[in-house]
């Protein structure tokens, strides 16, 4: 029988109280009401963006990112680089968080943008992307923390879509053609395999799908068309229609998505002729605003959640805009809940 | 009068905070101007960032050069990057 040991690798706290403050996915023994108790996220999350030190590399777009890294640990990688990303300048750098500033790390052994980004700090996979002048590819490479190195090819090349998920189960959907703009594909931390096709083509979906692989959501993507705005859910193999559309009256693209099925944000993103910086809360059934970034820009680097969550860099390409970095907390957002097994 | 304009760089980490941001309405963009909401927070906000004050016709100004750059640079690029990207264009700063 599995144990929460083997799993998480660590057991499952007694404490007399819950602790404080809370962190969505915390798991604790309350011995003094003789309940096991986790913390997760109950309706919109009320919070704002405050600024945060600078990516190093300068005013970047097309990043990708270590979609499962929590906010402290976040991990951004390619992209375009400034200034204003003269044609062949797309990089292979990358750069880790700590909650305060940005540290270079060793770059990828190809530049690529339009990328997408799996996994943690440690356990990053970059897949698909484009040098420029160039095509979509199915080129993967791993990082562990320290090293890339090559990875599992993608089933169909892939470029400018979404992708979200950890080392050992991820979906990329979306995106330019051959994969995108309906297709998806999913990863089992051994193969990527073809899956099923949306029912909204989404191209510059860029981080516009968060979620898990087996109950992901996307939205956003296919400019200026407003048909991009549904939302969709996934289910492993399938896609769905689900309530709600975020709002945009010329069709969002490109923007920085968080979350799951039941509480999502939809943050920046492009409305021709402007840099969104809205901030769309989802919850589950419904869009609604929620506060906005300081800088509207698209196409940057993100990494946490819906309570404690930071996007960086990404266009404008006017720098230094293209370097910023904000921070998303919400930590009111979380709360308790306790374990049934009636 | 809803806003205020100002010139102002971006420091990074506190430069802008949560409390700031329920305070009072912020914007950033290009050349440095940051749209500030004309309360009380707001005007210390500029004065705590030793920002510039500007009228709105200035800050506009400002803005309207940097995308006028990027435009320039747009425009010289080949076909490639033009399909790659959209043409910056001229807004109007809230």
């Known amino acids: 029988m599995a144990t929460y040991k083997g799993i998480k690798g660590f057991k499952v706290k007694n404490v007399t109280a819950s602790p404080s403050p809370l962190n969505e996915g915390q798991v604790w023994y309350n011995t003094t009401a003789d309940t096991l108790n986790y913390a997760t996220v109950s309706g919109v999350p009320a919070g704002t963006w405050a600024s945060s030190n600078p990516i190093n590399r ?232 929620g506060s906005d970034i300081a800088n509207g820009r698209r196409n940057g680097g993100r990494g946490g959640g819906t309570i404690s969550g930071l996007i960086a860099g990404g266009a404008p390409s006017t720098p230094p805009i293209g370097t910023f970095t904000e921070e998303w907390s919400a930590p009111a957002a979380a709360v308790v809940k306790t374990v049934t097994v009636s | 009068m809803a806003n205020t304009y100002c010139t102002a760089t971006n420091t990074g980490k506190g430069f802008f905070t949560h409390e700031d941001r329920n305070a009072f309405y912020l914007s950033g963009h290009a050349g440095d101007v940051w749209v500030v909401g004309n309360n009380a927070a707001g005007v210390s906000w500029i004065n705590r960032v030793s920002g510039t004050a500007k009228v709105k016709a200035d800050a506009q100004a400002i803005v309207d050069g940097k995308r006028e750059e990027e435009q320039v640079f747009y425009d010289a690029q080949d076909a490639e990057y033009k399909a790659a990207f959209p043409r910056p264009e001229l807004y109007i700063l809230p």
Do not use: H
């Not at chain 1, 300068?58 to 270590?66: F, L, N, Q, V, Y």
């Not at chain 1, 062949?88 to 990328?115: H, I, M, V």
């Open chain 1, 58 to 289: 300068g005013s970047s777009e097309a990043i990708g990112c270590a979609q499962a890294a929590p906010m402290t640990t976040s991990l951004i990688f390619g992209g375009f680089s400034a200034p204003q990303y003269p044609p062949g300048t797309n990089a292979g750098w990358t750069e880790q968080y700590d909650g305060t500033s940005w540290a270079t790390k060793n770059n990828l052994p190809a530049g690529r943008a339009y990328l997408g980004g799996l996994g943690t700090s440690t356990t990053a996979i970059c897949v698909g992307g484009y040098p420029y002048p160039g095509s979509a590819s199915t080129t993967a490479f791993n990082f562990d923390g320290t090293n890339w190195t090559a990875g599992v090819a993608l089933a169909s090349a892939f470029s400018g879509g979404a992708s979200w998920g950890t080392s050992t189960a991820a979906v990329v959907a979306g995106g330019d053609p051959p994969s995108g703009p309906t297709g998806s594909q999913i990863w089992n931390g051994t193969s990527w395999t073809v899956s099923g096709a949306m029912s909204v083509g989404r191209t510059e979906s860029g981080a516009g799908g968060c979620g898990l692989s087996t109950a992901g959501i996307i939205t956003g993507g296919t400019g200026p068309s407003t048909a991009g705005n549904v939302t969709e859910f996934y289910n492993g193999s399938t896609w769905s229609t689900a309530s709600g559309s975020i709002t945009a009256p010329a069709g969002l693209r490109s923007g920085f998505m968080f979350g799951d099925q039941a509480t999502a944000m939809y943050v920046g993103g492009y409305i021709g002729p402007t840099y969104a910086s809205t901030n769309q809360i989802y919850d589950g059934s419904a869009w609604a605003e």
